[in-house]
C-alpha cells in the first residue's frame, strides 16, 4: 500500500536540542516538500527538493535544514536556531512529471517544547 | 503577503443544504489550484482540483468554480453532510516555482444535522 509515513507523530524538544523528523514516501515520487502549520493558519513551505541530493528553501526555512540522500527519504531537522518550533510539521510529496496531480501528504508530527 | 486568502475563517450549514467556501490570489503565475480536506492531527486529504484553462470541474458533491479575471475560486458541497465537518484549504501552484504550493489559511466548516 503506497503512501507517506511521518514518523514520529508526537515529539518533544528541550532547550537547545536539534530533532528530526522523519518523512519516507514509497509512491516513487520524485519532489517531497516540508510544511508548517500553525494553530488556526495555513501550511507554510519550509524546504523542497524535487530531485536526490539538491533542495531549495521556502518560506521559512530558519531554524531548519534538510537532507535528500535517497528518493524515498525526506527528514528535517529542527535545530536549537529556531525559537518556536511548536507547530504540526507536514511531509508531502508528487510526482512532477505526471502533468497536473495533487500532493500527497503525511499525517503529521506534532512538535512541542518541553 | 498573503497570496492566497480565504476570508472566512469558519462556515456553518444545515445538513442537506449547499456550502459555498471561498478563496482568492494575487499571483496572475498561478496555473492550477486544489482544494484539501484536513481533520485536527492529519495530514490534508487532497479534495479537487482545477487547471487554470478551464472554469468549472465537478466530482461527486463537490464542485469547484474559476474565475481567473477576479482571481476568485469556489467550492461548492451539495448537499452537505455532518461527515464533511472540516477544515478546507485552498492552494495555488505556480510551475514556474518548483510546483511548490501556497495555501490560504483555511476554513472550518461545521456542517448541523
Known amino acids: 500500500d503506497g503512501g507517506i509515513t511521518q514518523s514520529p507523530k508526537y515529539l518533544f524538544r528541550k532547550e537547545g536540542q536539534n530533532v528530526t523528523l522523519s518523512c519516507e514516501q514509497n509512491l516513487n515520487h520524485d519532489a517531497m516538500y516540508w510544511y508548517r502549520q500553525d494553530p488556526g493558519q495555513g501550511l507554510r513551505l519550509i524546504y523542497y527538493?524535487?530531485?536526490?541530493?539538491?533542495?531549495q528553501k521556502g518560506d521559512i526555512a530558519e531554524g531548519y535544514s534538510v537532507s535528500r540522500e535517497k528518493k524515498e527519504s525526506f527528514p528535517l531537522t529542527v535545530t536549537s536556531a529556531q525559537k518556536n518550533p511548536t507547530a504540526f510539521y507536514l511531509c508531502?510529496?508528487?510526482?512532477?512529471?505526471?502533468?497536473?496531480?495533487?500532493?500527497?501528504f503525511g499525517d503529521g508530527t506534532r512538535l512541542s517544547i518541553l | 503577503d498573503q497570496q492566497v486568502k480565504q476570508n472566512s475563517p469558519s462556515l456553518s450549514v444545515q445538513e442537506g443544504r449547499i456550502s459555498i467556501l471561498n478563496c482568492d490570489y494575487t499571483?496572475?503565475?498561478?496555473?492550477?489550484f486544489l482544494w484539501y480536506k484536513k481533520y485536527p492531527a492529519e495530514g490534508p486529504t487532497f479534495l479537487i482540483s482545477i487547471s487554470s484553462i478551464k472554469d468549472k470541474n465537478e466530482d461527486g458533491r463537490f464542485t469547484v468554480f474559476l474565475n481567473k479575471s477576479a482571481k476568485h475560486l469556489s467550492l461548492h458541497i451539495v448537499p452537505s453532510q455532518p461527515g464533511d465537518s472540516a477544515v478546507y484549504f485552498c492552494a495555488a501552484r505556480s510551475t514556474v516555482a518548483g510546483n511548490m504550493l501556497t495555501f490560504g489559511g483555511g476554513t472550518r466548516l461545521m456542517v448541523k444535522p
Open positions: 499571483n496572475s503565475m498561478f496555473d492550477y
Open positions: 508531502a510529496s508528487i510526482n512532477t512529471g505526471a502533468g497536473n496531480q495533487p500532493q500527497h
Open positions: 527538493s524535487q530531485i536526490v541530493n539538491d533542495f
